[in-house]
T-cell receptor
Framework: ETGVTQTPRHLVMGMTNKKSLKCEQHLGHNAMYWYKQSAKKPLELMFVYNFKEQTENNSVPSRFSPECPNSSHLFLHLHTLQPEDSALYLC??????????FGQGTRLTVV | AQSVSQHNHHVILSEAASLELGCNYSYGGTVNLFWYVQYPGQHLQLLLKYFSGDPLVKGIKGFEAEFIKSKFSFNLRKPSVQWSDTAEYFCAVTAPNSGGGADGLTFGKGTHLIIQP
């Protein structure tokens, strides 16, 4: 148990659906992240939030929309996804510049 | 921008064998270096990290890594592996953020390690 909780653990959605992924941490960390883990590719950093402010967006398509309402919660809103967006989506948090703590991920399948 | 290269994508060893997994990074400035492990069905866990000081760092479960600045390398080692070390291993790098915030990690593609009993 890392202290970073992601829900749901598994999600199947159609290309026209809208869904949201949720991440929660009560570790007192200031930074939160979304990563994408696909087969045969390195983990890809998608978004970085520092003190609830988005500080990095790694050229992620607009069909992925993050939201950080407070320093403990992070959402990833999904709409009109493509089958190639199927992957494991990982949330992480960190206390500034030390190591990141990861959740168990949401396994997303787009049909 | 940083990049990380892990040379071995699949490694198969017998129990008690010695392990070394290669990791090279590309970045001209000061870096923080990490090795993470992902056991089957589990979340990514930190094995060890290097920020500064002694370039030989020791982590959990008997793992260690050596930072060689001149070679831009941070190889992971374990003298004698166990069946329970079967997992995916990821090397990662980040540059210290002078602004006081946090930057995300840049990961290598990972090495799938299988230990045969």
């Amino acid at each position: 148990e890392t202290g970073v909780t992601q829900t749901p653990r598994h999600l199947v959605m159609g290309m026209t659906n809208k869904k949201s992924l949720k991440c929660e941490q009560h570790l007192g960390h200031n930074a939160m992240y979304w990563y994408k883990q696909s087969a045969k590719k390195p983990l890809e950093l998608m978004f970085v939030y520092n003190f609830k402010e988005q500080t990095e967006n790694n050229s992620v398509p607009s069909r992925f929309s993050p939201e950080c309402p407070n320093s403990s919660h992070l959402f990833l809103h999904l709409h009109t996804l493509q089958p190639e967006d199927s992957a494991l989506y990982l949330c992480a948090s960190s206390p500034r510049t030390t190591e990141a703590f990861f959740g168990q991920g949401t396994r997303l399948t787009v049909v | 921008a940083q990049s990380v290269s892990q040379h071995n994508h699949h490694v198969i060893l017998s129990e008690a064998a010695s392990l070394e997994l290669g990791c090279n990074y590309s970045y001209g400035g000061t870096v923080n270096l990490f090795w993470y492990v992902q056991y089957p069905g589990q979340h990514l866990q930190l094995l060890l990290k290097y920020f500064s000081g002694d370039p030989l760092v020791k982590g959990i479960k008997g793992f260690e890594a050596e930072f060689i600045k001149s070679k831009f390398s941070f190889n992971l080692r374990k003298p004698s592996v166990q069946w329970s070390d079967t997992a995916e291993y990821f090397c990662a790098v980040t540059a210290p953020n002078s602004g006081g915030g946090a930057d995300g990690l840049t990961f290598g593609k990972g090495t799938h390690l299988i230990i045969q009993p």
